[in-house]
């Protein structure tokens, strides 16, 4: 099962980095942001977590929170968190949960090379649990500020 717009999105739990469980449900009341990144301390991962990173006041005034997915184990999440200083919590997805609820998981070429891995996507979900928006195959530069201007619109309506 996927997620589809205008639906509400399936509750889910998943450990994070601050050795912290995020757990959808519990989010209720304020706007989420989840967007999915392929490896954490890769050049586009880390521009695309600064971005949000150094818009989180923004977001933040939005009632909007910020959740980064990978499938790096938690150690790895940790330690991009601390070198990058993101003021939000990453999801350690080592076994596609939350990638597979979001349909995230996708055939990708490297060196001509197959392999499946998560397709940068990002997901605005509204105060009351229902999937609002969604972003897939992201290109990073200028894509925080969509989903900024998302969610401020989403936030006044």
């Keep these: 099962m996927s997620v589809s717009l205008n639906q509400l ?12 469980t995020v757990t959808l449900s519990e989010l209720r009341g304020k706007q989420v942001v989840i967007y999915f990144y392929p490896k954490a301390s890769t050049p586009g991962c880390t521009t695309e977590g600064g971005d949000f990173r150094d818009r989180k006041p923004r977001f933040d005034a939005a009632n909007t929170v910020i959740i980064g997915v990978s499938r790096d184990g938690i150690r790895a999440q940790e330690n ?17 949960t939350v990638c597979q609820l979001f349909d995230v998981i996708k055939l990708k070429k490297m060196y001509g090379k ?10 605005l979900i509204d105060s009351e649990g229902k999937l609002a928006q969604e972003w897939r ?8 500020d969509d989903v900024l ?5 989403l936030n006044a309506s």
Excluded at 80 to 96: R, V, Y
Excluded at 149 to 153: C, G, I, L, R, T
Aim: hydrophobic share 40%; net charge negative; aromatic share 10%.
């Design 9 to 20: 999105v399936p509750d889910f739990s998943a450990s994070a980095t601050g050795d912290t």
């Design 80 to 96: 991009f968190k601390a070198k990058q200083e993101f003021n939000f919590e990453l999801i350690s997805d080592k076994d596609e």
């Design 114 to 123: 197959e392999h499946l891995g998560i397709e940068r996507s990002t997901f």
């Design 137 to 144: 195959g992201v290109k990073v530069p200028g894509h925080v």
């Design 149 to 153: 201007a998302a969610a401020e619109a």
